[in-house]
């Protein structure tokens, strides 16, 4: 099994920062792209950025210029930095990893429980 842990979510005032860590941790061969989604409330969730292994990134329209992708492969751990931030990034941010696990070699994606980033003066 493979669990992904979220951290670093919280209240911030809008023009704030916040920096949002994964850690991926379990029977890990290998993990692949990796992603983080928000959902705000009565939204649907949407991909705000990704990167590769090879630390391609690409992001929403939404978060770009304001929010930095990046990874630490021997941790198996993705952030998300995000700075500028305005009352319409509240929501909950999600991890999401493409990982190939250790024992089967099977490739499937896992999600993060979510954590609630708010943004309100």
């Known amino acids: 099994q493979v669990q992904l842990v979220e951290s670093g979510g919280g209240l911030v005032q809008p023009g704030g920062s916040l920096r949002l860590s994964c850690a991926a941790s379990g029977s890990i061969f290998r993990v692949n792209a990796m992603g983080w989604y928000r959902q705000a409330p009565g939204k649907q969730r949407e991909l705000i950025a990704s990167?590769?292994?090879?630390?391609?990134?690409n992001y929403a329209d939404s978060v770009k210029g304001r929010s930095t992708i990046s990874r630490d492969n021997a941790k198996n751990t993705v952030y998300l930095q995000m700075n500028s931030l305005e009352p319409e990034d509240t929501a909950v941010y999600y991890c999401?990893?493409?990982?190939?696990?250790?024992?089967?070699?099977?490739?499937?994606?896992?999600w993060g429980q979510g954590t609630q980033v708010t943004v309100s003066s």
């Open positions: 990167i590769t292994s090879g630390g391609r990134t």
């Open positions: 999401n990893a493409d990982v190939t696990d250790s024992v089967s070699y099977i490739r499937k994606y896992y």
